[in-house]
Nanobody, 116 residues
Framework: QVQLAESGGGSVQPGESLRLSCAAS????????MSWHRQAPGKERELVAS????????NYADSVKGRFTISRDNAKNTVYLQMNSLKPEDTAVYSC?????????WGQGIQVTVSS
């Protein structure tokens, strides 16, 4: 059974940092493109960052470039999202996604709240 388990969310003040983790099981992790998405209340889900299977190609949404860093550890079957200089507009439920060909899996999501 495939599981993607996010952790590391929480409530922080503007300017602070959080590191999200997504631990995968039930898939051959190293063959999947991994990505982080977020959905704020009343808004559509958006792609935050993605990383190819070997980490050779990384993409970011314009809104997080220079502040967020996606990385992966294929030995640990885990993808990370380091979020620095957080802003109130980063408040959302963050979910990780694993995709390969016609297969795609989602985690349940984790809340990130940025507020003073």
């Amino acid at each position: 059974q495939v599981q993607l388990a996010e952790s590391g969310g929480g409530s922080v003040q503007p300017g602070e940092s959080l590191r999200l983790s997504c631990a995968a099981s039930g898939i051959t992790f190293r063959t999947y493109v991994m990505s982080w998405h977020r959905q704020a209340p009343g808004k559509e889900r958006e792609l935050v960052a993605s990383i190819t299977s070997t980490g050779g190609i990384i993409n970011y949404a314009d809104s997080v470039k220079g502040r967020f860093t996606i990385s992966r550890d294929n030995a640990k079957n885990t993808v990370y999202l380091q979020m620095n200089s957080l802003k109130p507009e980063d408040t959302a439920v963050y979910s990780c996604n694993a995709k390969r060909a016609l297969s795609a899996f989602w985690g349940q999501g984790i809340q990130v709240t940025v507020s003073s």
